[in-house]
C-alpha cells in the first residue's frame, strides 16, 4: 500500500458528460500528480500542484482540469468526454521531509462509451 | 526537455535465467533515473532509483541498475527471474527538486517469465 488513494476505482460514463476523480496523497506529501496510461500514448504526465498552486504542466487537454485543496487531496475534471480519454488515471504524491520518489495511487480506470 | 526510449517492448524469459531490461534516455540538464513496476490491474511501485554516487544501484526484489552517464542508459538486471516478476516494467527521468514525480517514462517493457 503507498499510501495515496483514490477514488472511485472503476468509472463507466457517456459520451459528453462530466467526471470527477479524486486522490488522497500520502500524509503530509505537499505535491500531486496526475498521470494518464492509455494503449495508444502509454504513460504521460498531465499536471502537477504543490502546496495548492499549479506547478507544472503536461499534455492536458483544455477539456481536463485539476485543483488542489487546502488538505491537499486533489481532484482532476475531464469534461465533454469522449471515446478517446477512456483510459487508466494515476495520482501520485512526493515531497515530504527527504522525499526522492513519487508514490503512485491504484489508479482510476475510465471506460466512456 | 527530456525523453526515455525503452529498447524492447516484450521480453520473454525463462525461470531462473538472467534478465536485463534496456533504457536509454536524453536530457539537457542532469536527471534523475527511476525503475518502476506495474503487475496486472495494479499501480506503479518503485524498484530503484538514481539519484547520485555508485551508479550501481540496487532495488527491491533482487534487481538493480547501472547508471551509465556516457550512453545515456539505465540498464535493469535480475540474475535470476521468478515467474512473479512477470509484469511491465518502466524506466523513467525526473529533473528532481520540488518535482521528482514530474516524470517522463518510456513505453515499457513486458516481461514474462515461463516456467
Known amino acids: 500500500d503507498s499510501g495515496v488513494t483514490q477514488t472511485p476505482k472503476h468509472l463507466i460514463t457517456a459520451t459528453g458528460q462530466r467526471v470527477t476523480l479524486r486522490c488522497s496523497p500520502r500524509?503530509?506529501?505537499?505535491?500531486v500528480y496526475w498521470y494518464q496510461q492509455s494503449l495508444d500514448q502509454g504513460l504521460q504526465f498531465l499536471i502537477q500542484?504543490?502546496?495548492?498552486?499549479?506547478?507544472a504542466k503536461g499534455n492536458i487537454l483544455e477539456r481536463f482540469s485539476a485543483q488542489q485543496f487546502p488538505d491537499l487531496h486533489s481532484e482532476l475534471n475531464l469534461s465533454s468526454l469522449e471515446l478517446g480519454d477512456s483510459a487508466l488515471y494515476f495520482c501520485?504524491?512526493?515531497?515530504?521531509?527527504?522525499?526522492?520518489?513519487?508514490?503512485f495511487g491504484q489508479g482510476t480506470r475510465l471506460t466512456v462509451v | 526537455a527530456q525523453s526515455v526510449t525503452q529498447l524492447d517492448s516484450q521480453v520473454p524469459v525463462f525461470e531462473e535465467a538472467p534478465v536485463e531490461l534496456r533504457c536509454n534516455y536524453s536530457s539537457s540538464v542532469s536527471v534523475y533515473l527511476f525503475w518502476y513496476v506495474q503487475y496486472p490491474n495494479q499501480g506503479l511501485q518503485l524498484l530503484l532509483k538514481?539519484?547520485?554516487?555508485?551508479?550501481l544501484v540496487k532495488g527491491i526484489n533482487g534487481f538493480e541498475a547501472e547508471f551509465n552517464k556516457s550512453q545515456t542508459s539505465f540498464h535493469l538486471r535480475k540474475p535470476s527471474v521468478h515467474i512473479s516478476d512477470t509484469a511491465e516494467y518502466f524506466c523513467a527521468v525526473s529533473a528532481g527538486g520540488t518535482s521528482y514525480g514530474k516524470l517522463t517514462f518510456g513505453q515499457g517493457t513486458i516481461l514474462t517469465v515461463h516456467p
Open positions: 538514481y539519484l547520485s554516487g555508485s551508479t
Open positions: 500524509s503530509g506529501d505537499l505535491s
Open positions: 500542484y504543490y502546496n495548492g498552486e499549479e506547478r
Open positions: 501520485a504524491s512526493s515531497v515530504k521531509g527527504t522525499n526522492t520518489e513519487a508514490f
